[in-house]
Nanobody, 124 residues
Framework: VQLQASGGGLVQAGGSARLSCVASRRTFTYYNVAWFRQAPGKEREFVAALSWRGDNTDYADAVKGRFTISKDNAGNTAYLQMNSLKPEDTAYYYC??????????????????WGKGTLVTVSS
Protein backbone atom coordinates (compact mmCIF):
# COMPACT_ATOMS: atom_id res chain seq x y z
CA VAL A 1 0.00 0.00 0.00
CA GLN A 2 1.34 3.40 -0.93
CA LEU A 3 0.21 6.43 1.06
CA GLN A 4 0.21 9.96 -0.29
CA ALA A 5 -0.22 12.80 2.17
CA SER A 6 -1.21 16.32 1.19
CA GLY A 7 -2.75 19.46 2.60
CA GLY A 8 0.21 21.08 4.27
CA GLY A 9 1.12 24.70 3.90
CA LEU A 10 1.44 27.98 5.74
CA VAL A 11 -1.28 28.73 8.31
CA GLN A 12 -1.64 31.55 10.80
CA ALA A 13 -1.81 30.73 14.48
CA GLY A 14 -5.40 30.04 15.48
CA GLY A 15 -6.25 28.86 11.99
CA SER A 16 -7.17 25.45 10.64
CA ALA A 17 -5.89 22.98 8.09
CA ARG A 18 -6.92 19.55 6.91
CA LEU A 19 -4.44 16.93 5.87
CA SER A 20 -5.39 14.07 3.57
CA CYS A 21 -3.78 10.69 3.10
CA VAL A 22 -4.80 8.73 0.03
CA ALA A 23 -4.03 5.01 -0.17
CA SER A 24 -3.29 3.14 -3.36
CA ARG A 25 -5.27 0.01 -2.46
CA ARG A 26 -8.77 -0.82 -1.29
CA THR A 27 -7.27 -3.03 1.42
CA PHE A 28 -6.53 0.24 3.21
CA THR A 29 -10.07 -0.15 4.53
CA TYR A 30 -8.89 -2.81 6.98
CA TYR A 31 -5.88 -0.95 8.30
CA ASN A 32 -5.69 1.16 11.39
CA VAL A 33 -4.35 4.61 10.51
CA ALA A 34 -2.30 7.18 12.33
CA TRP A 35 -0.60 10.53 11.92
CA PHE A 36 2.84 11.38 13.23
CA ARG A 37 4.83 14.57 13.02
CA GLN A 38 8.45 15.63 13.12
CA ALA A 39 9.49 19.15 13.95
CA PRO A 40 12.92 20.47 12.93
CA GLY A 41 15.60 19.05 15.18
CA LYS A 42 13.20 16.75 16.99
CA GLU A 43 12.25 13.11 16.81
CA ARG A 44 9.10 11.97 15.08
CA GLU A 45 6.19 11.79 17.49
CA PHE A 46 2.71 10.32 17.58
CA VAL A 47 -0.23 12.65 16.88
CA ALA A 48 -3.39 10.59 16.44
CA ALA A 49 -4.65 7.10 15.57
CA LEU A 50 -7.93 5.58 14.44
CA SER A 51 -9.03 1.95 14.30
CA TRP A 52 -10.17 0.67 10.93
CA ARG A 53 -13.75 0.27 12.17
CA GLY A 54 -13.70 3.84 13.39
CA ASP A 55 -14.65 2.82 16.92
CA ASN A 56 -11.42 3.64 18.70
CA THR A 57 -9.19 6.71 18.63
CA ASP A 58 -6.19 7.99 20.49
CA TYR A 59 -4.59 11.43 20.52
CA ALA A 60 -1.41 12.91 21.87
CA ASP A 61 -2.08 15.19 24.81
CA ALA A 62 -0.69 18.16 22.88
CA VAL A 63 -3.44 17.95 20.24
CA LYS A 64 -6.45 16.65 22.19
CA GLY A 65 -9.50 18.80 21.62
CA ARG A 66 -7.92 20.52 18.61
CA PHE A 67 -7.20 17.74 16.10
CA THR A 68 -9.57 15.12 14.74
CA ILE A 69 -8.58 11.99 12.82
CA SER A 70 -11.07 10.39 10.46
CA LYS A 71 -11.20 7.94 7.60
CA ASP A 72 -13.29 7.55 4.49
CA ASN A 73 -13.06 3.89 3.59
CA ALA A 74 -15.00 4.35 0.38
CA GLY A 75 -12.41 6.84 -0.79
CA ASN A 76 -9.35 5.09 0.62
CA THR A 77 -8.53 8.32 2.43
CA ALA A 78 -7.63 9.29 5.95
CA TYR A 79 -7.81 12.84 7.27
CA LEU A 80 -6.41 14.95 10.04
CA GLN A 81 -8.46 18.05 10.79
CA MET A 82 -6.36 20.53 12.72
CA ASN A 83 -7.97 23.48 14.46
CA SER A 84 -6.64 26.22 16.73
CA LEU A 85 -3.18 25.70 15.32
CA LYS A 86 -0.19 26.87 17.30
CA PRO A 87 3.36 27.67 16.16
CA GLU A 88 4.53 24.56 18.03
CA ASP A 89 2.42 22.46 15.65
CA THR A 90 4.87 23.33 12.88
CA ALA A 91 6.27 20.05 11.55
CA TYR A 92 6.29 17.54 8.76
CA TYR A 93 3.19 15.38 9.16
CA TYR A 94 3.25 11.72 8.14
CA CYS A 95 0.37 9.33 7.70
CA UNK A 96 0.81 5.68 8.55
CA UNK A 97 -1.10 2.42 8.38
CA UNK A 98 -0.86 -0.78 10.35
CA UNK A 99 -2.58 -4.12 10.62
CA UNK A 100 -1.87 -4.15 14.35
CA UNK A 101 -3.72 -2.40 17.15
CA UNK A 102 -3.52 1.36 17.57
CA UNK A 103 -1.87 0.91 20.96
CA UNK A 104 1.13 -0.62 19.19
CA UNK A 105 1.12 2.11 16.55
CA UNK A 106 1.91 4.73 19.18
CA UNK A 107 5.47 3.41 19.42
CA UNK A 108 5.87 3.31 15.61
CA UNK A 109 7.12 -0.28 15.89
CA UNK A 110 4.02 -1.72 14.30
CA UNK A 111 3.75 0.60 11.30
CA UNK A 112 3.44 -1.30 8.04
CA UNK A 113 3.27 1.65 5.66
CA TRP A 114 4.42 5.26 5.81
CA GLY A 115 3.46 8.14 3.60
CA LYS A 116 5.85 10.92 2.69
CA GLY A 117 5.60 13.94 4.93
CA THR A 118 3.66 17.10 4.23
CA LEU A 119 4.90 20.29 5.85
CA VAL A 120 2.62 22.39 8.03
CA THR A 121 4.03 25.76 9.06
CA VAL A 122 2.11 27.80 11.64
CA SER A 123 3.08 31.44 11.82
CA SER A 124 2.65 33.51 14.98
Amino acid sequence: VQLQASGGGLVQAGGSARLSCVASRRTFTYYNVAWFRQAPGKEREFVAALSWRGDNTDYADAVKGRFTISKDNAGNTAYLQMNSLKPEDTAYYYCAASGQGIARMLTQDAIDYWGKGTLVTVSS
